[in-house]
């Protein structure tokens, strides 16, 4: 008997009408012969909700430490409603299922709340599950660490909650969701994108840590590592009508029609801090980069300059949004020892990049880009690439323009 991993989102468990339909697309799949575990997110807005209340009460999500273990505690909890609920409608169908919380799989994690990391999920008990000829709908997003307390994966942690499920039972994962796949861009704001059929973990990694929403880039990280065969698709159907839809998320072999670009994704979560005037000798940067690593803070983009007249450098670099204030704080804080004359913080920025396997062994993609953004008279501030991917961060105005404009200097349009 095949395994199979359903996952639903937010939205597709937003209330009991969609939570009756999950029901028939889980009991489509039970008819064909699978054994079937479930991962449900809490109702679309739950969560939201209740992150909001941590913060009244006390406890922002940026600086969780281990001892904030409550702000799991609270923000677990719409997964259990949407896991009661869903097993409960199985069971009116006259489906066997019972509901499980994360720390009674269990999914054990390490102890960083907020963004716990699932070590190991000991399969003993989802196996008599499944041996009892019953559906496990299991809530997503949490797990329990070594000493017993509710913690929780990030958020959109229910997608690396399904895969790495999928990954102990020995299972593929299908992650429903309300759009019918991955798209070469974000449909708001590019009509003409076009649903991939199948796009390779790379890419999918890549377009996921860029700024597209539909996959936690965990979950798509743990996919590749354990090779867990991926499925995007819309639970907006009835079970049988779409048939063939979606979007395959595999290995880059198993794509015979290779793309040279598969995607445009972009994000607004950025900032862009500035420090000028910066000593131009060895060692700087090591000063900047670890007091930010020390303080948790991800930096993405950089850039020095260096002024020919002068001895002073500029560096340029990119933060999370959320980080922004406490960069800002870290550098003022740190400038005397490290020497600069002055920091400037953009909030107005946005992240613009282009994804593709076919950069490898293809020139000419970024000439592609900077041309088509020329043209639009959109200007670059900061560059980076990788080898599958090239990034530019732009006046956030122009987000929408330049997303459009590289769509079609890719021909994406035209798939
Ligand atoms: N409900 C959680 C969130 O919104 C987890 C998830 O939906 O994946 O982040
Ligand atoms: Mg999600």
Redesign the pocket.
């Known amino acids: 008997m095949s395994r199979l991993v359903m996952k639903f989102?937010?939205t597709s468990v937003a209330d009991l009408e969609r939570i009756a339909r999950v029901g028939r697309l889980v009991a489509a799949e039970v008819a064909a012969g699978h054994q079937v575990a479930v991962v449900v997110?809490?109702m679309a807005g739950?969560?939201?909700q209740l992150v909001a209340w941590t913060d009244g009460a006390g406890t922002a999500a940026e600086g969780l430490t281990p001892s904030d273990d409550d702000y799991d505690v609270v923000v677990a909890s719409?997964?259990q409603v949407t896991a009661g609920l869903l097993s409960m409608t199985l069971r009116h169908m006259g489906i066997k299922a019972r509901s499980w919380m994360g720390w009674q799989v269990p999914l054990l994690t390490d102890d960083a709340h907020g963004r716990a990391r699932i070590d190991e999920i000991p399969p003993a008990n989802l196996e008599a599950a499944f041996a009892a000829g019953e559906v496990a709908v299991i809530a997503?997003?949490q797990g329990v660490t070594r000493d017993g307390r509710i913690a929780t994966l990030?958020?959109?942690?229910?997608?690396t909650s399904a895969v790495a499920i999928a990954a102990a039972i020995g299972g593929a994962c299908d992650i429903y969701t309300d759009v019918d796949g991955v798209y070469t861009t974000d449909p708001r704001i590019e009509k003409k994108a076009r649903r991939l059929a199948k796009i390779s973990y790379e890419e999918m990694l890549e377009m996921a840590s860029l700024g597209a929403k539909v996959l936690?880039t965990r979950s798509v990280e743990l996919a590749m590592a354990k090779k867990v065969p991926l499925r995007v698709l819309s639970s907006f159907v009835e079970p049988g009508e779409a048939p063939g839809q979606g979007t395959i998320v595999c290995d880059e072999e198993e794509i015979v029609e290779k793309r040279i670009v598969s995607g445009v994704a972009y994000s607004r979560d950025e900032a862009k801090i500035t420090l000028f005037g910066l000593p131009d000798h060895p060692g700087v940067s090591s000063k900047i980069f670890s007091r930010l690593a020390d303080a948790n803070v991800n930096v993405d983009m950089i850039v020095q300059s260096r002024a020919r007249a002068t001895d002073a450098a500029n560096m340029e670099f990119t933060v999370g949004k959320r980080d922004a204030g406490r960069t800002i704080e870290i550098m003022r804080a740190a400038q005397a020892d490290i020497g600069f004359e002055d920091v400037a913080l953009n909030e107005d920025v946005a992240k613009v990049s282009v994804i593709g396997v076919g950069m490898r062994s293809h020139a000419g993609v970024a000439k592609t880009m900077f041309g088509a953004l020329a043209e639009k008279g959109v200007n670059i501030q900061v560059i980076s690439t990788s080898e599958i991917k090239i990034s530019v961060l732009i006046d956030a105005a122009y987000t929408e323009l330049a997303v459009r404009a590289l769509h079609a200097a890719y021909g994406l349009d035209q798939l």
Request: net charge negative; hydrophobic share 10%.
């Open positions: 989102g937010g997110s809490a739950q969560t939201n719409g997964e997503g997003f990030g958020r959109g942690g229910s997608d936690q």
